[in-house]
């Protein structure tokens, strides 16, 4: 049923009803923003195989390019990009962590924070549009860090650990400077990028 939303048309349907598109949009841009579309779920997948290995959750560079998705992509593509993303993994592309791939890694200990991509991508994107600088760049994609960490640390609790505090610690706080130093660099060049090009 997962794999079917990701092969047929349903999926598109809803994504189209919940971000429309602009009817006037020329085919060569549509197809510009698929190729960024496609970048950035190829640049997560990279993400994916940098890895710090550690249990239960390996340290990566997943969620950099989550956040720079949604902030150059816009809030619909940056949507998109982290649910095609999952949906390749899903239907077997080895694009996650360790090259792996399938349901069972979607639903499996880091589940929880593959599912938040795509809302974390769509909350930055909407996010750094409502305000310019350095500063407001990194309240958006901190913003998009909470929704990852929540998802992330409150499924790894339900799915395997079944403590609370002891889930914050092992899915959230020990990532904390890792993730800090993610934002730094991803709100830096998204920044750089708005004040010569946007």
Do not use: C
């Not at 349907?13 to 009817?23: A, G, H, L, R």
């Not at 969620?63 to 949507?79: E, H, I, K, M």
């Not at 610690?169 to 830096?188: H, N, P, R, T, V």
């Amino acid at each position: 049923m997962v794999t079917h939303l990701f092969t047929n048309g349903g999926l598109m349907e809803v994504i189209q009803k919940i971000f429309p598109t602009d009817t006037t949009t020329s085919s060569t841009s549509v197809i510009a923003q698929t190729g960024w579309i496609l970048l950035f779920a190829a640049l997560t997948a990279l993400g994916a195989q940098i890895q710090i290995p550690h249990q239960p959750i390996p340290f990566t560079l997943q969620t950099f390019f989550v956040l720079l998705s949604g902030a150059f992509l816009g809030t619909r593509n940056g949507f998109i990009a982290q649910l095609f993303y999952i949906g390749i993994g899903a239907v077997g592309l080895p694009v996650f962590t360790g090259a792996s791939f399938g349901l069972v890694k979607v639903f499996g200990l880091t589940g929880g924070y593959l599912i938040s991509f795509p809302i974390a991508a769509a909350l930055v994107g909407y996010f750094v549009t409502i305000q310019k600088g350095y500063v407001w760049t990194i309240i958006s994609m901190f913003l998009g860090l909470i929704v990852v960490f929540t998802f992330g640390t409150l499924y790894l609790n339900f799915i395997a650990i079944h403590n609370i505090q002891q889930a914050i610690i092992s899915g959230f706080l020990i990532f904390s400077w890792w993730d800090i130093l993610k934002l730094s660099a991803a709100a830096a060049i998204y920044n750089e990028f708005a004040k010569r090009y946007r």
